[in-house]
């Protein structure tokens, strides 16, 4: 089974720039959805973005669309999710996770069955 690992967050100050990275073992197949989603201490874990791996295709949350940009190398396997014009509000810890199915891009969470382990990104005012 394919193994997650999220990196790149930090401490940056309101209207910066981030890129978190998503490296995954083992082979990412074309039904593959991967996503980032966040959570934010006391709420709900939210959809970010996503990307159908076989199509290319991407979505994204109404709340970053235009700031945050997904995206993907294949040779590495790897996904990163690019913040920029990054404000308080985007505080949280993000997680990058994969649905290894559906092959078309779902923003519920219990539709990705595979995880990382978080990386949190705090952004000051």
């Known amino acids: 089974q394919v193994q997650l690992v999220d990196s790149g967050g930090g401490l940056v100050q309101a209207g910066g720039s981030l890129r978190l990275s998503c490296a995954a073992s083992?082979?990412?197949?074309?039904?593959?959805?991967m996503g980032w989603f966040r959570q934010a201490p006391g709420k709900e874990r939210d959809f970010v973005a996503a990307?159908?791996?076989?199509?290319?295709?991407?979505y994204y949350a109404d709340s970053v669309r235009g700031r945050f940009t997904i995206s993907r190398d294949n040779a590495k396997t790897t996904v990163y999710l690019q913040m920029n014009s990054l404000n308080p509000e985007d505080t949280a810890v993000y997680y990058c996770?994969?649905?290894?199915?559906?092959?078309?891009?779902?923003?519920?969470?219990?539709?990705?069955?595979?995880w990382g382990q978080g990386t949190q990104v705090t952004v000051s005012s």
């Open positions: 083992g082979r990412i197949g074309s039904t593959y959805v």
């Open positions: 996770a994969a649905d290894r199915f559906s092959g078309r891009i779902y923003t519920l969470a219990e539709k990705y069955d595979v």
């Open positions: 990307i159908a791996w076989g199509a290319g295709m991407r």
